[in-house]
């Protein structure tokens, strides 16, 4: 099932700096993660939330999705982030640390009936993954690849192999109820070279897009994530071999050498309808 709007790229902005809310407004993101958690500092915590309560009041931020992360509920700030996060009505709220169905049912419980994001970063949050995905307020899951590594003690490989579980299952977990699935963040972010290597992959896996901590992130992971014109142009061949067969009363259509079936097609217009929309958010 195609998303209804593009989350290639998925930003993380820290709610406690009014020049970073300020500057998000203009970046060619699909989608901000308006931060309470990891990038505010302890003092800064209770400000923060009157700091970004009057960024999105400002509006600016167009087409973008808007989903804040709060603190876990285990935090002392916790509640009070989930109860102000539910007066900002945005499009999701993001609870971090998510390792089962209860920890979402604790903050509906104060957020009510706004779409809920999952920090899917620890262990017990891989193997409990399809239980998560379930969830019935549950819209978008995104990985929390660095700490998911500090949980399951491994090395940094270039290719992800120890991560390769988690990621795999919160895949088959979104995909297996029609939920957002977000892969994690690649933090050197000079690296343009190495950002592609990482978000091919996790293309490759399935994933919609890609959080990021740079705004200099932003071109390479849009691309990535983007249908490229040999992609748009073999789609458009499909179905145009397909249309033409069926119209004949013939079952099999052949493009590039390939048989093209029905399975075929549906990923063919997925893939135009994806250009649409991110062409119809360009223009927004």
Not at 184 to 189: D, K, P, R
Not at 229 to 236: F, G, I, S, Y
Not at 270 to 278: F, G, P, Q, R, S
Request: proline share 5%.
């Amino acid at each position: 099932m195609p998303l209804a709007r593009p989350l290639r790229s998925v930003l993380y902005i820290p709610a406690s700096k009014p020049r970073a809310l300020d500057k998000a407004r203009g970046l060619p993101v699909d989608a901000i993660i308006f931060d309470l958690e990891d990038a505010v500092s302890v003092d800064e915590k209770d400000a923060s939330r009157d700091t970004l309560a009057t960024a999105l009041a400002e509006g600016g931020y167009g087409a973008r999705m808007k989903v804040i992360r709060i603190n876990g509920l285990d935090t002392q700030w916790g509640e009070a982030d989930a109860k102000a996060a539910a007066a900002m009505n945005p499009d999701a709220i993001l609870l971090p640390k998510v390792s089962s169905p209860a920890d979402l049912d604790a903050l509906q419980k104060i957020t009510g009936d706004i779409p809920l994001w999952a920090m899917m970063e620890t262990p017990a949050g891989m193997l409990n993954a399809a239980a998560i995905g379930a969830h019935p307020m549950l819209q978008g899951m995104v990985m929390g690849t660095n700490d998911l590594a500090k949980e399951l003690q491994t090395r940094h490989r270039a290719d992800r192999l120890p991560l390769q579980t988690g990621l795999g299952l919160c895949v088959l977990a979104a995909k297996a109820n029609d939920q957002v699935i977000i892969d994690g963040v690649y933090n050197a972010f000079k690296d343009d070279e190495g950002l592609k290597v990482e978000c091919d992959q996790g293309r490759d896996m399935g994933f919609d897009g890609k959080t990021l901590i740079h705004p200099a992130q932003v071109d390479v992971t849009n691309i990535a994530f983007s249908p490229s014109d040999a992609e748009v142009d073999l789609a458009r061949r499909q179905i145009e071999a397909f249309d033409a067969v069926e119209a004949t009363g013939q079952g099999v259509a052949v493009v590039d050498g390939k048989i093209v079936e029905n399975l075929h097609v549906a990923t063919a217009r997925d893939t135009l309808a994806k250009v649409e929309a991110i062409a119809a958010i360009a223009t927004e």
